[in-house]
């Protein structure tokens, strides 16, 4: 099954007066394959303690959060995709796997996809047990398997003050046809990460496709 899929990134910007966390949903008609997110307060000590998709009132994993350190303004980055084959929209069945570690002041976790998904990207959260913020996340990347395609995603955090412990969640994103057919994709279209953030009004929505895809050309 020869798949076209076209990509895009749709971004949300949260102030610092919203708080230290910040969502972006897609809009109606896209598969969520990854995320991702930028701090941009410029504070030195600060940092992300979560980036991973969430779902939304239906259920559905159709949005991406941040979480960081201290209130700042945060950039949050949601991929979406449509798929086509020979011109027709093509079903696609989208699942997130996650696994999360045990308690422990340096926690660590990997989560594998099943046989027959195709890995999109992932996310990782630091489950703090307690209100102070000591322990934050070390690692959030891919695992790739002998074919060079990602196969699964790790997450990994530390306690900055002795006695910290806590569990970090690792999620995978996996996609394949609605039979259950795994897919043979080609990236057809995927434009480039923003660099420069608008001095309007911050939103933490992307309201529609053509702006966000204006906001990446």
Wanted: charged share 15%; proline share 7%.
């Amino acid at each position: 099954m020869g798949v076209i899929i076209e990509s895009y990134a749709f971004i949300g910007v949260a102030t610092q007066d919203g708080g230290p966390c910040a969502q972006v949903w897609l809009p109606p008609g896209y598969i969520l394959t990854g995320g991702g997110a930028y701090e941009m307060g410029g504070k030195r000590n600060n940092v992300l303690c979560a980036s991973h998709p969430i779902r939304n009132r239906h259920g559905v994993y159709s949005g991406w959060t941040v979480a960081a350190l201290d209130p700042v303004p945060l950039a949050v980055f949601a991929i979406g995709v449509k798929a086509f084959e020979d011109g027709k929209p093509v079903e696609i069945e989208q699942h997130v796997f996650c696994a999360t570690s045990a308690l422990v002041p340096e926690p660590g976790v990997s989560v594998r996809l099943p046989a027959g998904w195709t890995g999109t990207g992932g996310g990782a959260q630091d489950n703090m047990a307690g209100p102070a913020n000591g322990n934050l996340l070390t690692g959030s990347y891919p695992l790739l398997g002998p074919d060079g395609k990602i196969s699964g995603w790790s997450a990994s955090g530390r306690d900055t003050q002795a006695g910290h412990a806590a569990r970090v969640t690792a999620f995978v994103i996996g996609i394949r046809g609605a039979q259950g057919e795994a897919l043979n994709v080609q990236v057809a279209s995927n434009p480039s990460m923003v660099t420069r953030f608008s001095n309007g009004p911050a939103t933490t929505r992307a309201n529609s496709e053509r702006n966000a895809y204006n906001s990446y050309a």
